[in-house]
């Protein structure tokens, strides 16, 4: 009788043991998955501020450009406007020594 429960509390150490070492390499485990699930979010994370940061950069250039294309496209009016004025001064003056 002794023997006997002798070796039910043997078997239940080891029983006991068991589910130690398991819970142990199953934490283990987890510990592990979680640090490489949290390396790929953080990869992902940088990768995604990267993309944000071109396309912010992609927008103040588009913006630069325009705004540059808007004030050459000014520029170019402004001295068409004042080479027509040359040409209608020197048009009238023209006209003027025609007339004399």
């Known amino acids: 009788m ?3 429960k002798r070796k039910k509390m043997v078997q239940e150490e080891i029983n006991f043991m068991w589910e130690r070492t ?3 390499e199953l934490d283990a485990h987890d510990e592990k998955m979680k640090a490489k699930l949290m390396e790929e ?3 992902k994370q ?6 944000k940061d071109q396309v912010y950069e992609a927008k103040m250039k588009a ?6 294309s808007r004030e050459e496209a000014a520029l170019i009016n402004r001295q068409v ?3 027509e ?3 209608q001064l020197k048009d009238q003056k023209r006209k003027e020594m025609e007339l004399e």
């Open 46 to 51: 940088e990768a995604t501020k990267i993309i």
């Open 22 to 24: 398991e819970q142990a």
């Open 81 to 83: 406007k004042e080479e």
């Open 2 to 4: 002794a023997h006997q």
């Open 63 to 68: 913006i630069k450009d325009y705004k540059q």
């Open 41 to 43: 979010f953080k990869r």
């Open 85 to 87: 004025e040359r040409q």
